[in-house]
């Protein structure tokens, strides 16, 4: 019987050692998910470590407390983040209209300015065409003075 017993008490010192190992090692992993930012595994580890020695709950509790405090605190900082996100795309729609309308004032002009191009060279075409007819004419006028000068020298005399 005394060694059932003394089996008994090595068994449980034993298991004692053991849980107590195990509940440190998961609390250390917890802490060092942490610090990783995995707080998925943080919290896991740190409620395996509570299974292990449920008479440190009070620690596990204050550790998922920090943990939650964390994820709460990088929610705000996200929907700050995702609020200023927000109000530069609508900036950026804004900034895209106008880029777009001005591209289309722009285009508009340019259709102008070709358009006004054409007109000027078919002007320019019409002005060659007037000076032509213009040099024409003098050249016409210029053989009927010379025809008429001698008519009007024997008219004089």
């Known amino acids: 019987m005394k060694k059932i017993t003394l089996s008994l008490l090595f ?4 298991f004692s050692l053991f849980a107590q190992s195990n509940y440190d090692e998961a609390i250390q992993q917890g802490d060092n998910a942490l610090k ?13 470590a509570e ?6 709950w009070k620690i596990v509790q204050d550790k998922l407390d920090a943990v939650y405090s964390i994820i709460n605190e990088k929610q705000k900082e996200l929907k700050q983040t995702l609020t200023e996100l927000k109000v530069t795309v609508e900036k950026l729609n804004i900034v895209t209209a106008q880029k777009e309308e001005s591209d ?14 054409q007109k000027m060279d078919n002007l320019g075409i019409q002005m060659q065409n007037v000076l032509k007819t213009v040099d024409s004419i003098i050249v016409q006028t210029n053989e009927l003075e010379n025809r008429l000068l001698p008519t009007q020298n024997t008219n004089k005399q």
């Open 11 to 14: 068994v449980f010192v034993l």
């Open 36 to 48: 990783r930012d995995e707080y998925t595994t943080a919290i896991k580890k740190y409620l395996i």
């Open 51 to 56: 299974t292990f020695d449920q008479t440190k």
């Open 104 to 117: 289309n004032k722009l285009s508009s002009t340019k259709t102008e300015i070709e358009q006004i191009k």
